[in-house]
Structure formats: structure tokens, C-alpha cells
């Protein structure tokens, strides 16, 4: 076997950051707004609902199970929000509760967490596909979007509950002399990803997950729970959902009941073009960051070239295909580089071979602290 070969697999996990640049270098030289400091603001205020969607999607992934509902907890756990505090009727239209608006954000974070935990159940008590369970689930909370609002949009009003409630998707933090005013939703979003990051990298949990989605027979036999985990890495997955469906409603402050609909498109090629795993047991959080900044820049720069809506989503599709080629080169790739070559002398397949094995066993990696 070619030495190469085994340093593809290397490459393409880092794929991603080769393509930013190349993307950024290609608008920068296209148009002389894309550099600009309010572009770049709305590149990273575009990023941070999609980032949290992902690193939510990131923890179902690692364990080789998906989660197609996210898009619609985000639309659902909006529309709640502010259909809790706004008054009925027109134009508001909602529920006429008028509750405080913390309460409020403590009904939608705990809702999000809670559809992930109903979920997760359904695929470790019932034993059910969890690519159905999420498909249905997506389509009951929509249909309970339409339900609570009966087709009409429920929008804030100038009002001190409405300020605080948009709070997260409408302020700004500080300011920075070559970006200005830095948005909160920003700094929640690389907060999100610095503690999935500590999590996934160093902590027993993140292990046990690169664990599971590696080899999960494996992984039982070494006293991990995977039903747990599972669990669990679904109620992250519906809680930061929830957040940013508060973050998306704060920032439009008004919601339809299509809220969302079709991101988990771009939540599925954002985590696997930055290196996540269909397969799980593999991917870096600091690659799906990558991905996120990929596809918001790619339509920022696609919108200021003036590029038609009908060619924006053609180009999406198609990232989304360079998304699935890649991850399924990893794959082709890895398995060539654990084959040893017949050119290879006896001695040095065997220890190849055996140390290649070995690397792949996630019961080997919790021993020596790797996650992955």
C-alpha cells in the first residue's frame, strides 16, 4: 500500500478550512462589499442559529444516529415563545397568556429538551429507526405549528417583554474596531461550540460517544450505556434547537409557520463537509465551526453577487453533494489505509495491520483518553 493513501483520510478531515479560504478569497475578489464589516457582521449573525443547530446535530451524529426534527423544534419552540407573551388577537395573534417573558424561555428550552428525550425513548425503548422517528416528529411539530396558530403569523410588539425576549437575537455585545458592534447571538454561538468542543475532546461523555458510533457492540462491552447516551445526545440536540429557535424569533420577531423549514438541509451538509461522520465515531466540532462559516459566507456571497434565488439553492444542493462525496472518500479511504498492502513484507503487514485494528477499537481509545 502507497503511504499516500493513508494521509487522505488526514487531508480531507481538514478539507474544509482549504475550501474556506479559497471561497473568501474568490467573493473578496468578485465584490468589494464582501469584505466589509457589516457583511462580515451578517455572515456571523446568519452562522450562529445554523451553528447551533449543528453542534446539536454534531452529538447525534457522533453516535451514528441523525436527528431530522431539529428544524422543527427550532420553528416550534419560536413560535411558543412569543405566542406566551404577546396578547391574542390581531396583530399579535397570541395566546394571550402574557406570561413573563423568562418564563417563557424556560418553557421552550425545557419543550426542546423534552421532544429530544420523547424522541431518543421511541429509539431505545421501542427499538424504533431513528431516521422515521425524527422524520414523523418533524412532521407532528409542524403540524402542531399550524395547529396553535391556525396559519397566522404571531409577531412581537414594542413592548418591554418583547426587548427582553429578543434580547438574544436582536443586541449586541460590544464593539470591535474592524467589525463594529459584535451581536450576543454571535458570542452564544462560539460559546456553544467551545463547550461542545471541552466535552466532546476531554470529557469521559465525549468519549463514550466516539465510542458508540465507532463500535457500539464494542463500546457495551466496556461498560458503556449506549441507550443512555442516546438519550441524552437527543435532548442536546432538541435543547439547543430550542435555543436557537429563541435566537432566530428574538432576531425576526415575528414567526410563520414555516419557521425553518428545509435547514436541516444545510445542518446535515454544514456537520458532514466539516468533517463529521454519517457513519459516527468520527469528526472534529472545530470542522463543523468550518462548515457553518462555509455555507453563510457562500450565501452572503452568492446574495451580494446578485446570483438568482433559483441558481442560490441549485449551488446549495450541490455543496451538499460535495458534503456527501467527501464523507464517503474518508470512508473508501480508511478502509484501504486498515488493508495492508502485498508489497508489504509479512512482518510489517502484521504490525500494521494490528495497529491499525487496535486504533479503531474505541474500547482501546477510552483506555488512553482519545476521542477519536
Known sequence: MTR???????????????????????????????????????????????GILVVGQTFVLITSNF??????????AALIGLFLIVPPGSPTWGAGTEIAPIASIAVILAMGAVIGWIIGALITYGKMNNFIVTLAMLIVLRGAMLRFTNGQAVTSIDSRPAE?????????????????????????????????YIVLTFRPFGRELYAIGGNRAAALASGIDPDKRVRQVYMISGLLAALAGWMLAGRISSVQSDLGEGYIFNVMAAAVIGGISLLGGRGSIVGALGGV???????????????????IQSIQGFVILIAMFIDAQKVRFRGVAMTPSLDEPAGE?????????????????????DAG
Not at 493513501?5 to 468589494?32: C, G, H, K
Not at 436527528?67 to 416550534?76: A, R
Not at 491499525?356 to 477510552?366: L, Y
Open 4 to 50: 499516500w493513501r493513508s494521509a487522505v483520510p488526514a487531508v480531507l478531515d481538514n478539507l474544509i478550512w482549504l475550501i474556506l479560504i479559497a471561497v473568501v478569497l474568490f467573493f473578496a475578489t468578485q465584490t468589494d462589499k464582501f469584505l466589509t464589516p457589516i457583511n462580515l457582521r451578517n455572515i456571523l449573525t446568519a452562522a450562529s442559529v445554523l
Open 293 to 311: 462559516l462555509l455555507l453563510s459566507i457562500i450565501d452572503r456571497g452568492l446574495n451580494l453577487m446578485q446570483v438568482s434565488v433559483f441558481w
Open 164 to 196: 427582553v425576549f429578543n434580547w438574544l437575537g436582536h443586541e449586541s455585545a460590544f464593539s470591535l474596531p474592524w467589525l463594529g458592534a459584535v451581536p450576543v447571538s454571535v458570542l452564544v454561538m462560539l460559546g456553544v461550540f467551545l463547550i461542545a
Open 67 to 76: 436527528d431530522l426534527s431539529s428544524e422543527s423544534t427550532l420553528g416550534l
Open 349 to 369: 503487514r502484521d504490525v500494521a495491520a494490528g495497529g491499525d485494528a487496535m486504533e479503531h477499537q474505541p474500547s482501546a481509545r477510552i483506555a488512553r483518553g
